[in-house]
């Protein structure tokens, strides 16, 4: 199936072949937190579409590199320091602490590096300068920002023009002196009481002897990212991820930076940007102070909730959360179990059937759709339907008690494949419920007895079952036996 993918290109506004730079190595970013606060929900759903994303690569064939960044450097940082009483640095690694934590409870595991802004500081005084040598950065009393008129492809990935771009303003760009209200910034020079690093920007070619500096102070927001991505993968690489509200300004900046430092375009082959996740259909934001945290959501649901919620749904497109939607996850889930545990008796040797060549063909077809609908944008709506409808088609052959434990297992092993990618299988709890040979035996006994309509034997023998510790339950779908 290598070659076969297709996805969503921000940049071109269509669907496009997956065709990595470098053969079948495939170098993926995506823009992280910045850790002044907890994260919520709406992070989650860029963490975990792009965890499944990655992990759908790795079994296609490709090989990833996934980077992250962590902004750990900040206004915003700064700020809630400043009202917390505590260093902007201890403030950002508590907050990281929190956010790496909670990725492990949510299964999100795929990401090989995690960068920290602070740590590649060089790299970052690095850019800048080459900017201003180039002559697309400039010196204020504040800092040195970038001059969005020099670059002619500004607006390429947001489809604003410069105009356009003057009325909006990124979060901690404000300067009366810009030459464009649409300039944003690069570095900003200390100020007293806050992190700062010792820049030498050395002697730009456009300025007179009078105008060198020494700029201490940090790193704009824009800059961190470029700077770290062109260190890992060079001025070019195969995709760039986050969320759609960080199209512009944020995106649009790097790729001005980039492009203008090494002259190659495009900076990144492929823009996949996640839609929305609301609340109540409000966009879950902490400027809003309607969000979910995900510490939050923990404790009331098991994370494969989540991942199920959030994979479910087609990456791309907004979403809206609720209680409800919640039931309506447990009870899709609930589903799939139940459908497993009967399928792993099975497998495991209670029944002596054939087996069914229905089943053979209902499989085939149910991974055909998966895959070829992964396929075509990672089109998880349809991909999923195809698993629920496997589902309900098999439940209609194991009522008829025709399945064989080849036919469970490949089955069984289907469902392994998806949870590999999507992370939303309790297989855990399934193992926990593995059947003693004696209860199968039971088992086997009772399933004969009611298909000879001897009522009162197979009731005596569901009573000797659950003497082991496991109870037998009769539904429309089939005979399901748990422990008790």
Known sequence: MFGKLRIYNTLSGKKEILKPLKNERVNLF??????????????????????????????????????????????????????????????????????????????????????????????????????????????????????????????????????????????????????????????????????????????????????????????????????????????????????????????????????????????????????FLTIEGQKMSKSLNNFITIEAFLKRYPYRYLRFWIAKNLWRSPINYSESTMLEVKSSLEKIGEFLRKIQIIKNGVGKARGSANLNKILKDARTIFYKSLDDNFNTPKAFAAVFELVKKANTLLDQNVLSPKNAADTHKFFEEIDRVFGFIDFDSLKKSNVPDDVKKLFRERENYRKSENWAKADEVRIEIEKYGFSVEDTKSGTVIKKM
């Open 30 to 275: 995506v823009c992280g937190p910045t850790v002044y606060d907890f994260s919520h929900i709406g992070h989650a759903r860029t963490c975990i579409i792009f965890d499944c994303f990655v992990k759908y690569l790795s079994a296609m064939g490709f090989k990833v590199f996934y980077l992250q960044n962590i902004t750990d450097i900040d206004d915003k940082i700064i700020a809630r320091a400043k009202e917390s009483q505590v260093t902007p640095k201890n403030l950002a690694k508590t907050f990281e602490k929190d956010y790496f934590k909670n990725m492990k409870l949510l299964g999100v595991n795929s990401v090989n590096k995690y960068a920290r802004a602070t740590d590649y500081i060089k790299e970052i005084i690095s850019q800048v300068k080459r900017l201003l040598d180039k002559g697309y950065a400039y010196k204020l009393e504040d800092g040195i920002y970038y001059n969005i008129k020099k670059f002619q492809s500004y607006g390429k990935l947001s489809g604003r023009t410069v105009l356009q771009a003057d009325d909006a303003v990124s979060r901690i760009d404000y300067s009366k002196n810009k030459k464009n209200r649409g300039d944003f910034c690069l570095w900003k020079f200390s100020r007293a009481e806050e992190p700062s690093w010792s820049a030498s920007f050395g002697l730009p070619s456009q300025l007179s002897p009078d105008e060198s500096w020494e700029g201490a102070g940090r790193p704009g927001w824009h800059i961190e990212d470029t700077a770290i991505t062109e260190k890992f993968f060079g001025p070019q690489y195969d995709i760039h991820g986050g969320s759609r509200d960080l199209i512009f300004p944020h995106h649009e900046a790097e790729i001005s930076q980039m492009e203008a430092i090494s002259g190659k375009k495009p900076m990144a082959k492929y823009w996949m940007h996640t839609g």
